[in-house]
Protein backbone atom coordinates (compact mmCIF):
# COMPACT_ATOMS: atom_id res chain seq x y z
CA UNK A 1 0.00 0.00 0.00
CA UNK A 2 1.33 3.33 -1.09
CA UNK A 3 1.82 6.03 1.21
CA UNK A 4 -0.82 8.48 -0.76
CA UNK A 5 -3.11 5.93 -0.37
CA UNK A 6 -2.36 4.99 3.53
CA UNK A 7 -3.12 8.33 4.26
CA UNK A 8 -6.29 8.80 1.90
CA UNK A 9 -7.56 5.97 4.09
CA UNK A 10 -6.42 7.01 7.03
CA UNK A 11 -7.89 10.02 6.82
CA UNK A 12 -11.60 8.96 5.65
CA UNK A 13 -11.18 6.36 8.43
CA UNK A 14 -10.61 8.83 10.89
CA UNK A 15 -13.46 11.28 9.77
CA UNK A 16 -16.50 8.35 9.62
CA UNK A 17 -15.17 7.57 13.21
CA UNK A 18 -15.49 11.52 14.06
CA UNK A 19 -19.38 11.72 12.59
CA UNK A 20 -20.13 8.79 14.23
CA UNK A 21 -18.62 10.27 17.54
CA UNK A 22 -20.62 13.18 16.96
CA UNK A 23 -24.09 12.07 15.98
CA UNK A 24 -23.28 10.08 19.20
CA UNK A 25 -23.21 12.88 21.28
CA UNK A 26 -26.31 15.41 19.09
CA UNK A 27 -28.44 12.59 19.11
CA UNK A 28 -27.79 11.11 22.24
CA UNK A 29 -31.86 11.75 23.70
CA UNK A 30 -33.47 12.15 20.02
CA UNK A 31 -35.01 10.57 17.85
CA UNK A 32 -34.66 11.54 14.16
CA UNK A 33 -38.43 11.55 12.46
CA UNK A 34 -36.87 8.61 9.87
CA UNK A 35 -36.42 6.57 13.11
CA UNK A 36 -39.67 7.12 14.67
CA UNK A 37 -41.23 6.35 11.20
CA UNK A 38 -39.53 3.11 10.32
CA UNK A 39 -40.37 1.65 13.74
CA UNK A 40 -43.84 2.75 13.77
CA UNK A 41 -43.99 1.55 10.70
CA UNK A 42 -41.66 -1.53 9.95
CA UNK A 43 -41.43 -3.49 12.83
CA UNK A 44 -43.01 -6.48 13.58
CA UNK A 45 -44.42 -7.65 16.78
CA UNK A 46 -42.91 -10.70 18.38
CA UNK A 47 -44.00 -13.64 18.13
CA UNK A 48 -44.89 -13.05 14.10
CA UNK A 49 -43.74 -15.05 10.96
CA UNK A 50 -42.00 -11.37 10.00
CA UNK A 51 -40.12 -10.98 13.17
CA UNK A 52 -38.87 -15.00 12.91
CA UNK A 53 -37.52 -14.21 9.68
CA UNK A 54 -35.86 -11.01 10.36
CA UNK A 55 -34.04 -13.02 13.74
CA UNK A 56 -32.92 -15.50 11.54
CA UNK A 57 -31.46 -13.33 9.28
CA UNK A 58 -29.97 -11.14 11.97
CA UNK A 59 -28.10 -14.39 12.76
CA UNK A 60 -27.65 -15.62 9.56
CA UNK A 61 -25.98 -12.64 8.19
CA UNK A 62 -23.22 -13.05 10.21
CA UNK A 63 -22.59 -16.71 10.29
CA UNK A 64 -22.03 -16.47 6.11
CA UNK A 65 -20.27 -13.32 6.96
CA UNK A 66 -17.57 -16.04 9.01
CA UNK A 67 -17.76 -18.66 6.74
CA UNK A 68 -17.23 -16.54 3.94
CA UNK A 69 -13.60 -15.14 5.85
CA UNK A 70 -12.51 -18.28 6.49
CA UNK A 71 -12.78 -19.59 2.97
CA UNK A 72 -11.46 -16.88 1.77
CA UNK A 73 -8.51 -17.30 4.78
CA UNK A 74 -7.87 -21.19 3.44
CA UNK A 75 -8.16 -20.17 0.04
CA UNK A 76 -5.26 -17.13 -0.30
CA UNK A 77 -2.84 -19.42 1.87
CA UNK A 78 -3.61 -22.01 -0.54
CA UNK A 79 -3.19 -19.43 -3.37
CA UNK A 80 -0.30 -17.59 -1.45
CA UNK A 81 1.31 -19.08 1.00
CA UNK A 82 4.06 -17.51 2.84
CA UNK A 83 3.03 -13.89 0.98
CA UNK A 84 -0.60 -14.42 2.21
CA UNK A 85 -0.97 -11.09 4.52
CA UNK A 86 -4.75 -13.41 6.19
CA UNK A 87 -3.32 -12.20 10.25
CA UNK A 88 -3.40 -9.04 9.53
CA UNK A 89 -6.45 -8.98 7.52
CA UNK A 90 -7.98 -11.13 10.16
CA UNK A 91 -6.39 -9.03 13.08
CA UNK A 92 -8.86 -5.66 11.76
CA UNK A 93 -12.03 -7.88 12.67
CA UNK A 94 -11.83 -7.33 16.43
CA UNK A 95 -10.45 -3.77 15.55
CA UNK A 96 -13.72 -2.83 13.84
CA UNK A 97 -16.00 -3.97 15.77
CA UNK A 98 -14.96 -2.49 18.93
CA UNK A 99 -16.31 0.44 17.87
CA UNK A 100 -19.56 -1.28 19.72
CA UNK A 101 -17.50 0.05 22.91
CA UNK A 102 -19.45 3.15 22.32
CA UNK A 103 -22.65 2.20 23.44
CA UNK A 104 -21.69 2.28 26.99
CA UNK A 105 -19.96 5.72 26.52
CA UNK A 106 -23.18 7.16 24.75
CA UNK A 107 -26.37 4.78 26.43
CA UNK A 108 -28.42 5.92 24.28
CA UNK A 109 -32.19 4.71 24.60
CA UNK A 110 -33.54 2.41 21.81
CA UNK A 111 -36.50 2.05 20.88
CA UNK A 112 -39.28 1.66 23.11
CA UNK A 113 -39.79 -2.32 22.71
CA UNK A 114 -35.93 -2.32 24.21
CA UNK A 115 -35.63 -1.64 27.36
CA UNK A 116 -32.04 -1.63 27.54
CA UNK A 117 -29.86 1.43 26.99
CA UNK A 118 -26.76 1.55 24.57
CA UNK A 119 -28.47 0.82 21.32
CA UNK A 120 -26.16 3.09 19.56
CA UNK A 121 -24.32 1.47 17.76
CA UNK A 122 -25.80 -1.76 16.77
CA UNK A 123 -23.46 -4.15 17.65
CA UNK A 124 -24.81 -6.95 15.20
CA UNK A 125 -24.31 -4.35 12.55
CA UNK A 126 -20.64 -3.36 13.40
CA UNK A 127 -19.62 -7.09 13.92
CA UNK A 128 -20.56 -7.84 10.19
CA UNK A 129 -19.80 -4.87 9.13
CA UNK A 130 -16.17 -5.97 10.45
CA UNK A 131 -16.21 -9.35 9.14
CA UNK A 132 -17.30 -8.00 5.66
CA UNK A 133 -15.07 -5.05 5.03
CA UNK A 134 -12.11 -7.94 6.30
CA UNK A 135 -13.54 -10.48 3.94
CA UNK A 136 -13.63 -7.78 0.96
CA UNK A 137 -9.43 -7.36 1.59
CA UNK A 138 -8.72 -10.90 1.62
CA UNK A 139 -11.18 -11.89 -1.47
CA UNK A 140 -8.79 -8.69 -3.27
CA UNK A 141 -6.00 -10.80 -3.58
CA UNK A 142 -7.51 -13.70 -5.57
CA UNK A 143 -8.24 -11.62 -8.31
CA UNK A 144 -10.66 -8.66 -9.48
CA UNK A 145 -14.40 -11.18 -10.09
CA UNK A 146 -13.41 -12.44 -6.27
CA UNK A 147 -13.10 -9.00 -4.81
CA UNK A 148 -16.49 -7.75 -6.78
CA UNK A 149 -18.04 -10.47 -5.25
CA UNK A 150 -17.05 -10.60 -2.14
CA UNK A 151 -17.63 -6.67 -2.18
CA UNK A 152 -21.55 -7.06 -3.22
CA UNK A 153 -21.60 -10.02 -0.87
CA UNK A 154 -20.56 -7.56 2.23
CA UNK A 155 -23.01 -5.09 1.27
CA UNK A 156 -25.94 -7.00 0.94
CA UNK A 157 -24.89 -8.87 4.65
CA UNK A 158 -24.84 -5.66 6.08
CA UNK A 159 -28.14 -4.19 4.65
CA UNK A 160 -29.75 -7.21 5.23
CA UNK A 161 -28.90 -7.69 9.37
CA UNK A 162 -29.19 -4.09 9.63
CA UNK A 163 -32.95 -4.23 8.40
CA UNK A 164 -33.52 -7.13 10.44
CA UNK A 165 -32.42 -5.18 13.63
CA UNK A 166 -34.95 -2.43 12.77
CA UNK A 167 -37.91 -4.88 11.72
CA UNK A 168 -37.28 -6.62 15.54
CA UNK A 169 -37.79 -3.01 17.31
CA UNK A 170 -34.01 -3.59 19.02
CA UNK A 171 -32.06 -0.40 17.35
CA UNK A 172 -33.06 2.45 15.36
CA UNK A 173 -31.93 3.35 11.66
CA UNK A 174 -29.30 5.43 13.09
CA UNK A 175 -28.07 2.76 15.53
CA UNK A 176 -27.40 0.77 12.21
CA UNK A 177 -25.89 3.61 10.08
CA UNK A 178 -23.67 4.89 12.82
CA UNK A 179 -22.01 0.44 13.65
CA UNK A 180 -21.81 0.58 9.91
CA UNK A 181 -20.13 3.68 9.49
CA UNK A 182 -18.14 3.47 12.54
CA UNK A 183 -17.00 0.03 11.51
CA UNK A 184 -15.88 0.93 8.25
CA UNK A 185 -13.84 3.76 9.66
CA UNK A 186 -12.04 2.05 11.95
CA UNK A 187 -11.22 -0.74 9.39
CA UNK A 188 -9.85 1.94 7.17
CA UNK A 189 -7.63 3.33 9.82
CA UNK A 190 -7.01 -0.75 11.03
CA UNK A 191 -5.98 -1.42 7.06
CA UNK A 192 -3.91 2.11 6.20
CA UNK A 193 -1.63 1.46 9.64
CA UNK A 194 -0.91 -2.46 8.82
CA UNK A 195 -0.55 -1.70 5.04
CA UNK A 196 -3.61 -3.95 3.89
CA UNK A 197 -4.62 -2.03 0.69
CA UNK A 198 -6.66 -3.25 -2.15
CA UNK A 199 -4.37 -5.80 -3.60
CA UNK A 200 -6.50 -6.69 -6.40
CA UNK A 201 -4.94 -9.37 -8.67
CA UNK A 202 -5.48 -9.67 -11.79
CA UNK A 203 -4.02 -12.67 -14.69
Known amino acids: MDRVRRIRWAGLGAGMLAAVVVAGVLLRDVVPPADAWLVAHASAAPGTRPA ?99 LAGALTAVTLVAASRIVLAEHWLVDAAGAAVGALGVGLLAAAVLRLGPAVRTR
Not at 120 to 145: C, D, I
Open 52 to 150: AVAAAVSGAGTLLCLVALVAGAVAVLRRRGRGARVGRVVATVPLAASVLLLQGLFLRPGPPQQPQLGTYPSGHVAVVTAVGFAAVLLYGQLGRAWHRAA
